[in-house]
């Protein structure tokens, strides 16, 4: 069964203090992986969508990184604004649907 | 602004209860997909429809039912409602039936049944 598992669960850091969130994830053939980033009452805002191990793209403070096994979304001198949760998910070539972690919810304090 | 529109944005009924969650995709998209996300659960996927047919089923009770119609936009049908059916309804909508291609979410539907 696909599973996909996000950490932390929640991160605080300071107002240019660059970090890392990890997904972990098992799937029996990888289609994508996807970023959202959702605030709270909102939908979920796409951010990336990467497709083999090795890519990498880029927005703003953005870098999302992808290995066979996990991706990272690094933020680099984060800013207030930033502060959300940031979802992880995957699709697999068996379906059509987003399987989602539960999230890294992140608050930056200036 | 994503592009996809869901209406009522809140919704509070009494349990055994029927409702209807309306979506309307982003101009050009033909496929639809309903998410549900509570808090111990996160974000699950209900089901797909693609140019109006149904095309994958997820975690979706009998209960629920979905249909997408000749002008794209989708609704969710809900009935017998119960207390654990309060949650955050979401619609997303992609351009093709597969992948990887993005899908974009609308602002939600907040059910509470009380």
């Known amino acids: 069964e696909d599973q996909v598992t996000q950490s932390p669960e929640a991160l605080r850091l300071q107002e240019g203090e660059s970090s890392s969130l990890n997904c972990s994830y098992t799937?029996?053939?990888?289609?994508?992986l996807f970023w959202y980033r959702q605030d709270p009452g909102k939908g979920p805002e796409f951010l990336f969508t990467?497709?083999?191990a090795g890519e990498e793209k880029e927005k703003e403070r953005l870098k999302a990184t992808l290995t066979k096994k996990e991706s990272f979304l690094h933020i680099t001198a984060p800013k207030p604004e930033d502060s959300a949760t940031y979802l992880c998910?995957?699709?697999?070539?068996?379906?059509?649907?987003?399987?989602f972690g539960k999230g890294t919810s992140l608050l930056v304090t200036p | 602004d994503s592009g996809v529109t869901q209406t009522p944005k809140h919704l509070i009924t009494a349990t055994g209860q029927r409702v209807t969650l309306r979506c309307s995709p982003r101009?050009?998209?033909?496929?639809v997909y309903w998410y549900q996300q509570s808090l111990d659960q996160g974000l699950q996927f209900l089901i797909q429809?693609?140019?109006?047919?149904?095309?994958a089923k997820g975690n979706i009770l009998e209960r629920f039912s979905a249909q997408q119609f000749p002008d794209l936009h989708s609704e969710l049908n809900l009935s017998s409602l119960e207390l654990g059916d309060s949650a955050l309804y979401f619609c997303?909508?992609?351009?093709?039936?597969?992948?990887?291609?993005?899908?974009?979410f609308g602002p939600g539907t907040r059910l509470t049944v009380l």
């Open positions: 997303a909508s992609s351009v093709a039936a597969g992948g990887p291609n993005e899908q974009f």
């Open positions: 799937v029996s053939g990888l289609r994508g």
């Open positions: 990467l497709y083999s």
């Open positions: 998910a995957v699709q697999a070539y068996s379906g059509y649907a987003l399987n």
């Open positions: 101009s050009g998209d033909l496929s």
């Open positions: 429809y693609y140019n109006g047919e149904e095309r």
